[in-house]
């Protein structure tokens, strides 16, 4: 169970929230829970959705790439909550879960990922656990695959996306769905997903 309770999601069908919940369930991150959570503070719930949905799904980097880079921080961040969730969108574009594993691992020598894709993973991996080695080499190597606006993008994501990792680390939080998209009560969920 989460260590905030959840507003119930038949209160959610009557405010603001529920157009989020119901484009968030077609992407399958996040799901309710996120809302369910968050609704505590409508506003905020409003903002770090649009923010969560449009670095994810909107841009010019692959959203496959993003979907493995944000499984890879989730797991980073050890948070059972956004690891275990799958974007349907990279699913339906062919990103298997031997990608997303190959991407959580040694990528840089892993003759499936191109060099572009490897300097992605690089930096989601050294944003955090070593930043002060990303200098202008680091940058310069970037700008060979990508434009400064996708580094951008790669940057804002990271960023985005690893921090709310933590924060819903903290609180203690589940996917409300299995693998299979069968529902889980929270409960459920902590036993399927916290083994």
């Not at 959570?37 to 449009?54: N, Q, T, V």
């Not at 040694?106 to 200098?135: C, G, H, R």
């Amino acid at each position: 169970m989460p260590h905030i309770d959840t507003v119930p999601l038949e209160s959610l069908a009557q405010s603001s929230l529920r157009s989020l919940v119901d484009q968030a369930r077609d992407l399958k991150v996040p799901d309710a829970l996120f809302f369910q959570i968050m609704a505590h503070a409508p506003g905020y719930s409003e903002a770090l959705f649009d923010a969560l949905y449009r670095s994810h799904v909107d841009g010019n980097v692959d959203h496959k790439l993003k979907e493995i880079i944000r499984v890879r921080l989730a797991r980073q961040a050890q948070d059972p909550y956004f690891s275990n969730l799958r974007s349907q969108a990279a699913r339906d574009l062919g990103l298997t879960e031997d990608r997303i594993d190959a991407g959580c691992g040694d990528f840089e020598k892993d003759k499936q990922f191109t060099k572009a894709e490897k300097w992605a993973l690089k930096y989601s991996q050294i944003m955090y656990t070593e930043p002060n080695t990303v200098f202008v080499e680091f940058y310069d190597e970037g700008k060979k695959h990508y434009s400064e606006a996708e580094i951008m993008e790669l940057g804002a994501f990271i960023a985005f996306h690893y921090g709310m990792q933590v924060f819903m680390r903290t609180l203690h939080a589940f996917p409300l769905q299995d693998e299979d998209g069968n529902l889980l009560t929270p409960a459920e969920s902590e036993i399927h997903f916290g083994k």
